[in-house]
């Protein structure tokens, strides 16, 4: 059995302000993946909302 699934970067190509003028809230943001997904989502434009226990950290 073989697929076709490719996770490239380079063949989904991303709007640089994809998330302009959208609001995000985002658990999680004081370490690992939604600390992650917080930096990129402000990167693409986003206003961003953050929330997790280690308030230093955020």
Request: glycine share 8%; proline share 5%.
């Amino acid at each position: 059995m073989s697929t076709d699934f490719n996770m490239n970067p380079q063949h989904y190509p991303c709007p640089d302000q994809i998330l302009e003028d959208r609001i995000i809230l985002i658990t999680g943001a004081s370490d690992g993946i939604g600390q992650a997904l917080a930096l990129r989502s402000a990167q693409l434009g986003a206003r961003v909302i953050l929330h997790g226990r280690d308030v230093a950290r955020l």
